[in-house]
């Protein structure tokens, strides 16, 4: 048994999407704002019982509550009863829900017979949607309107009162629906369950429920899953701060003390392994029993000398109590030894306190026990199974484990060394192993890109931002499922897996991205970014150097992604029939060797169409993405004069668009004197040919190296068509970057 897929509907920003759920180990990625947290937080809030508590009103999506609001100003609005909708079809739409989709065997028809929709069920899917709704809607009605009457007719009253009393703006609780469950969403709203039909799970829009649907009386999941959370949010105690949070205290001493309590206290309904224990802790409190009574001898006699107090002189006896539990409590419970046991003989232990090792020391011990307690706790390991009831004794068949951020304080090796490991502890029992009795899904959402980089790509969920339609509604975001991208064993697929693999992964969190042709090209972008563009540097715009002109072999990554990509690429100009590169010019039916430019946009091989091509035809993917090579650009090499000439690569075309900064570097070495050189020469059209002709053969990466040497980057003018680009990014990005409805339109609340 496992979790297929959920369907979110209505919580915050997840508008309507769904998660599949790999069968060992599922990771969130994208940007900031994507949706990640929210689907974690969807997961924990509707599955853990103990969490729905903390539902609250910012987590229904922020476009809904407008038409929220507007039932409750129809309930207001309404005279005659008869004509009022009590029903809970105008809700329905507009709360968080949450379908869960089981994977089920025949043989485990056991577990699920309370949610099984009909009695011809032979193994399949299974599906159970959690609805945050009225509990009963007359009686929200009832409340709403009676709250909302006295607060107008006090308004109402006020308003009679005396001019300067009537000036003074007073608004009363509550003026609307929203600001009305803003305090009262747990009194009149409830987690109920419905059973779904599996016939329809696979439809485009999550299937409706059937007109009189009743709740399930019981919880769905007890019995089916065992849920663990470690949250994003974990305090750990400093040197020189408080030992950690109130409520969530991560010292390692404190669970290994909570792991005692649950698993090993020998006191705890004992058996024949614990005697010795047992017999040791009895011998330690009579010797300490002994001590206290010779000890305290001579102050006890004084105070009983004093008939204190008072009755039948009582005789005063210390007697210790011994709790094995209380070793963990003081500050030196658990220690470190800095130097290893037989590394230097005869030297003495030398031991720290736990809360003077590096955060991320703790963090990843936390993480890990936390982990072997979850485990051990589903597989009853220890004094936990004794302690279970008759009716509880039996193992759930399913253990999600939700972990976010376990990045924080980790260094990235030890990030990849954390995800590696973190299902195997999980599986380690023999019980579980590769065994399928007992299954365990483990949720990981991240802003890692070492912790995607090391977990396999078909794990991957992308959380993808989907702009918003119009003024009413917030952008929301979808689930990309990146096993349909990376696992479909094709030339694509696995030149994007292997090129990730060999570089980096912040592509997955990145607000838009650069790809971008040659060394030289990714030495010297990012400089025009900082120098030039001051807006885009505030984002965070991976940028990915494509050998060659490779950059099409991503074009499936991308627009699955949804990712805004500008590709900085070479015109890669050959001859009409041969592919031998020439001197791009026009009218000689010379061609582009650049696949890029032939598949991904603006779809066109001949050197003239792609030097005429429009600003529009060189976006692909719906606007998402914009190709960028060299086209005529206007030069004024001899005084009073100015010509075009198409630049052959990113090289010469920033030579011509920093002419006199180069002519004055003839004093250099490599291949910057050779292009010195070539535009100190009387033409153009000598300094265009000595400058191919030099690139053909010269160090392209040596060359940006040395100019960022001797050159402030800020004195660089990037090329025309990299300045074009660059100015399709911000411009993208600064119409994508408002999140948010204006004020006033859902009296406020987040995603």
């Known amino acids: 048994m496992r979790i297929a897929h959920i369907d979110i509907q209505n919580f915050r920003k997840l508008k309507s999407c769904r998660v599949e759920l790999s069968e060992r180990e599922t990771v969130f990625v994208g940007a900031n704002n994507s949706g990640k947290t929210s689907a974690m937080d969807a997961l924990m809030l509707f599955l853990k019982k103990t969490k729905r508590k903390n539902m609250s009103t910012i987590d229904f999506t922020l476009s809904n509550w407008s038409a929220i609001n507007q039932i409750g100003a129809n309930w207001i609005s309404i005279t005659d009863k008869n004509t009022l909708d009590l029903s809970g079809s105008s809700w329905t739409p507009l709360v968080p829900t949450i379908d869960i989709w089981l994977q089920v065997e025949d043989e485990k028809i056991h577990y699920v017979s309370h949610i099984l929709p009909t009695l011809d069920w032979s193994g399949g899917l299974l599906g159970v949607r959690l609805v945050l709704e009225p509990k009963n809607i007359e009686e929200l009605y009832t409340a709403y309107i009676a709250v909302f009457n006295a607060a107008k007719s006090t308004a109402d009253s006020r308003k009679t009162g005396s001019e300067e009393v009537a000036k003074t703006p007073l608004s009363l609780w509550p003026q609307s629906m929203r600001e009305f469950l803003d305090k009262e969403l747990h009194k009149y709203f409830v987690v109920h369950a419905y059973v779904l039909d599996p016939s329809k799970c696979n439809v485009a829009d999550p299937q409706a429920l059937p007109s009189g649907s009743e709740p399930l009386e019981s919880e769905p999941f007890d019995g089916l899953f065992k849920i663990d959370i470690i949250n994003a949010q974990r305090g750990f105690s400093d040197q020189h701060t408080e030992e950690g949070t109130a409520n969530t ?105 736990e809360k003077y090792n590096g955060l991320g020391y703790q963090n990843l011990i936390s993480m890990i026990f936390n982990l072997i307690r979850f485990r051990d706790e589903w597989m009853r390991i220890g004094k936990a199974g004794k302690r279970e009831t008759e009716d509880n004794r039996f193992i759930e068949p399913l253990h999600l484990v939700l972990i976010e951020e376990p990045e924080a304080h980790l260094h990235a090796q030890v990030q990849q060394v954390f995800i590696k490991k973190a299902y195997g502890v999980l599986r380690s029992n023999p019980n579980l192993g590769k065994a399928n009795q007992f299954c365990t899904q483990m949720v990981v959402s991240t802003h890692s890109s070492h912790i995607a980089h090391e977990i396999d790509f078909t794990c991957l969920r992308y959380f993808r931002r989907k702009p918003a339609k119009s003024a009413s509604v917030v952008p929301c975001a979808t689930v990309v499922n990146l096993s349909t991208t990376f696992g479909d064993d094709t030339d694509t697929s696995k030149f994007a897996t292997r090129y990730l693999k060999t570089t980096h992964c912040d592509l997955f969190f990145a607000d838009a991205a650069i790809l971008v042709e040659g060394t030289a090209e990714r030495m010297l972008v990012p400089h025009f970014i900082r120098c030039k563009f001051p807006d885009l540097d505030r984002n965070y715009i991976s940028l990915l150097e494509i050998g060659g002109s490779h950059a099409h072999r991503l074009k499936p990554l991308i627009e699955s992604l949804g990712l805004l990509t500008l590709v900085v690429t070479d015109l890669d100009s050959i001859g009409e029939t041969s592919k031998g590169k020439v001197l791009p010019e026009l009218e000689k039916k010379y061609r582009t060797g650049n696949d890029t430019l032939k598949i991904w946009a603006p779809c066109k091989a001949n050197l003239d169409e792609l030097a005429s091509a429009s600003s529009k035809s060189k976006e692909a993917n719906d606007g998402g993405v914009r190709i960028a090579y060299q086209c005529a650009m206007s030069v004024t090499y001899t005084v009073g004069k100015t ?109």
């Open 249 to 353: 205290d991560r010292r390692l001493s404190s669970q290994l003390r909570q792991y005692f309590d649950k698993h090993l206290d020998p006191t705890e309904l004992p058996d024949a392994s614990d005697l010795d224990a047992l017999e040791a802790i009895e011998a330690a409190r009579t010797a300490f029993d002994e001590k206290l009574k010779t000890s305290f001898n001579s102050a006890i006699s004084e105070l009983e000398g004093l008939n204190y107090p008072g009755f039948s002189d009582p005789q005063i006896v210390l007697s210790s109590k011994l709790n094995p539990l209380e070793g963990f409590n003081h500050d030196t419970a658990v220690q470190f030894n800095v130097i290893r046991n037989g590394e230097t003989a005869g030297v003495a232990a030398l031991c720290l306190p």
């Open 643 to 751: 010509e075009k000439v198409i630049p052959y690569t990113f090289e010469d075309a920033l030579v011509l668009s920093n002419l006199d900064l180069f002519k004055g570097k003839t004093n250099s070495t490599g291949l910057i004197k050779k292009l010195a050189d070539a535009v100190n020469k009387p033409n153009l059209s000598d300094a265009c040919g000595e400058m191919f002709t030099a690139l053909k053969d010269g160090n392209k990466a040596e060359m940006a190296l040395e100019l960022l040497y001797t050159t402030e980057p800020s004195a660089l003018q990037p090329p025309e068509y990299i300045n074009e680009g660059l100015e399709w990014l911000k411009d993208k990005l600064a119409r994508g970057s408002v999140d948010f409805l204006n004020s006033g339109t859902t009296n406020g609340g987040e995603l």
